[in-house]
């Protein structure tokens, strides 16, 4: 819709644009016109008032004989000439008018060659016999002149009224060009408006509905992951408590066997085989059950299980592990604990599955302002679309995913940088209740033992 409404509103003032053009261009033309038409008249007037001069300059020689006429007289009549010229190259395009100047050119040099005549002869008034109907011929040619003048001013008044009303005609459709164009646009503006607000509306609904979902997808994630630890807690417990009391008893029972027929028989070897097989059972229950929830952690806290996690990883992978611990006061909140400390699970799983490193850098940092997690291995990195997708927002891996919507839901961040050298994680939690201790951090370096 808004496309259409652009293109049809650029069609709409380029029509409009043209049209308005061609009109101011043809009001100029009108207006030039018109005001040629004016010039016209101004001279066409001015004509007839040196005609009327210089027949009165003649009728008042022929009364005072005054030797100044005569040159008033000629000067007059180049007057008349150089008008006379100047309307006929104005009105060229009007044969109307090129027919009377032409006959009035005629008249004029006629009436000048007369009153040069009497000029040099002042008996022409007075109807002698050399001069028979002088005075009644110039009569006459004034007449005749005068009634061509009004006959060509009222041509021109006529050109004048039609070229006005032209004009007008023009001007008005110039104003309602303009008009109708403002009108046009202002329409288009406010439908093109209306389109925006509805499109911002939408907008604003659909980032509603995306932020509810998102509330409810961190809600849901973390609620899962929530499960998910007390599932662990739960399974650790069951294990330890039950499965692992079983084994015990089982245990007991057959060094009780073993130790009643030593008594009276040599002991079976199948014997013996079966309580070591016990005893690793049982250590593998003892493990696992700390694996999914480690007592230490909510015992004596993230530095006690730290260590603890990372000998064990160490002793299982045969990578070297450096731990540098910030000793702190007093405790952090439950959920911040438990949060890095399955950051550092996940990071340590990932380095053991997919990293092929040797050397691990662990690190916690506690400021004022809150607390930090550095895991840094020498492996081959993450894989660029893995990380790309990552720093897009996307899951970038299940792992990666739930360590992020852990740490966001207490508020943190999760960087992850990773080359072919490579892969530094940077997990960071604020809490005003970081209080870092005075004793320096500790630094401690577990190396696999070689069997």
């Given at each position: 819709?808004?496309w259409?409404?652009?293109?049809?509103?650029?069609?709409?003032?380029?029509?409009?644009?043209v049209?308005?053009?061609?009109?101011?261009?043809?009001?100029r033309?009108s207006?030039?016109l018109?005001?040629?038409?004016y010039?016209?008249?101004?001279?066409?007037?001015d004509?007839?008032?040196?005609?009327?001069?210089?027949?009165?300059?003649?009728?008042?020689?022929?009364?005072?004989?005054?030797p100044?006429?005569?040159?008033?007289?000629?000067?007059?009549?180049?007057?008349?000439?150089?008008i006379?010229?100047e309307?006929?190259?104005?009105t060229?395009?009007?044969?109307?008018?090129?027919?009377?100047?032409s006959?009035?050119?005629?008249?004029?040099?006629?009436?000048?060659?007369q009153?040069?005549?009497?000029?040099?002869?002042?008996?022409?008034?007075?109807?002698?016999?050399?001069?028979?109907?002088?005075?009644?011929?110039?009569?006459?040619?004034?007449r005749?002149m005068?009634?061509?003048?009004?006959?060509?001013?009222?041509?021109e008044?006529?050109?004048?009224?039609?070229?006005?009303?032209?004009?007008?005609?023009?001007?008005?459709?110039?104003?309602?060009?303009?008009?109708?164009?403002?009108?046009?646009?202002?329409?288009?503006l406010v439908?093109?408006l209306?389109?925006?607000?509805?499109?911002?509306?939408r907008?604003?609904r659909?980032?509603?509905?995306?932020?509810?979902?998102?509330?409810?997808?961190r809600?849901?994630?973390?609620?899962i992951l929530e499960?998910?630890d007390a599932?662990?807690?739960?399974?650790?417990?069951?294990?330890?408590?039950?499965v692992?009391?079983?084994?015990a008893?089982?245990?007991?029972?057959?060094?009780?066997?073993?130790?009643?027929?030593?008594?009276?028989?040599p002991?079976?070897?199948?014997?013996?085989?079966?309580?070591d097989l016990v005893?690793?059972?049982?250590s593998?229950?003892?493990?696992?059950?700390?694996?999914?929830?480690?007592?230490?952690?909510?015992?004596?806290?993230?530095?006690?299980?730290?260590r603890w996690?990372?000998?064990?990883?160490?002793?299982?992978?045969?990578?070297?592990?450096?731990?540098?611990?910030?000793?702190?006061?007093?405790?952090?909140?439950?959920?911040?604990?438990?949060?890095?400390?399955?950051?550092?699970?996940?990071?340590?799983t990932?380095?053991h599955?997919?990293?092929?490193a040797?050397?691990?850098?662990?690190?916690?940092?506690?400021?004022d302002?809150?607390?930090?997690?550095?895991?840094?291995?020498?492996?081959?990195?993450?894989?660029?679309?893995?990380?790309e997708?990552?720093?897009?927002?996307?899951?970038?891996?299940?792992?990666?995913?739930?360590?992020?919507?852990?740490?966001?839901?207490?508020g943190?961040?999760?960087?992850?940088?990773?080359?072919?050298?490579?892969?530094?994680?940077?997990a960071?939690?604020?809490?005003?209740?970081?209080d870092?201790?005075?004793?320096?951090?500790?630094?401690?370096?577990?190396?696999?033992?070689?069997?």
């Amino acid at each position: 819709m808004r496309w259409g409404s652009l293109i049809l509103t650029l069609f709409l003032l380029s029509i409009t644009g043209v049209i308005g053009y061609v009109t101011v261009l043809r009001v100029r033309q009108s207006r030039n016109l018109v005001l040629h038409t004016y010039e016209v008249r101004g001279r066409l007037k001015d004509l007839r008032a040196d005609i009327g001069e210089s027949h009165a300059n003649f009728d008042l020689y022929q009364l005072s004989r005054n030797p100044n006429e005569p040159a008033e007289l000629g000067r007059h009549i180049l007057e008349q000439q150089r008008i006379l010229k100047e309307l006929q190259q104005l009105t060229d395009d009007n044969a109307t008018q090129q027919r009377h100047l032409s006959e009035m050119q005629a008249l004029l040099e006629q009436d000048f060659t007369q009153l040069r005549s009497c000029v040099a002869d002042a008996g022409c008034l007075a109807n002698s016999g050399d001069h028979p109907d002088s005075l009644t011929e110039i009569v006459a040619r004034r007449r005749t002149m005068s009634a061509m003048l009004r006959e060509m001013e009222a041509t021109e008044d006529s050109l004048l009224s039609v070229r006005l009303q032209n004009w007008d005609r023009l001007f008005i459709r110039m104003v309602a060009t303009s008009a109708g164009c403002f009108a046009l646009a202002l329409i288009l503006l406010v439908y093109n408006l209306r389109l925006l607000l509805d499109e911002i509306e939408r907008r604003r609904r659909q980032e509603i509905v995306e932020k509810r979902n998102a509330e409810s997808y961190r809600m849901l994630s973390a609620r899962i992951l929530e499960l998910q630890d007390a599932e662990r807690r739960k399974i650790a417990r069951e294990l330890h408590d039950s499965v692992g009391q079983y084994l015990a008893a089982v245990k007991i029972n057959m060094d009780q066997l073993q130790r009643r027929e030593g008594s009276l028989t040599p002991a079976l070897p199948q014997v013996s085989e079966s309580l070591d097989l016990v005893d690793r059972a049982i250590s593998e229950i003892r493990t696992i059950s700390h694996l999914l929830h480690p007592p230490l952690l909510d015992e004596l806290g993230l530095h006690a299980a730290t260590r603890w996690y990372a000998e064990g990883f160490a002793q299982r992978s045969g990578i070297r592990v450096d731990m540098k611990l910030t000793e702190i006061s007093k405790r952090l909140p439950r959920e911040i604990e438990l949060a890095l400390f399955r950051v550092l699970q996940e990071s340590l799983t990932n380095v053991h599955r997919h990293a092929k490193a040797t050397h691990v850098e662990i690190q916690v940092d506690c400021t004022d302002d809150d607390v930090t997690l550095t895991i840094q291995d020498d492996g081959n990195g993450i894989s660029g679309g893995v990380l790309e997708s990552y720093r897009a927002g996307g899951a970038g891996g299940i792992g990666l995913a739930g360590m992020r919507e852990r740490l966001a839901e207490l508020g943190g961040t999760l960087e992850v940088e990773s080359d072919p050298t490579g892969t530094r994680i940077c997990a960071t939690v604020p809490t005003r209740e970081c209080d870092p201790g005075d004793p320096p951090a500790e630094e401690i370096t577990v190396t696999p033992s070689r069997a």
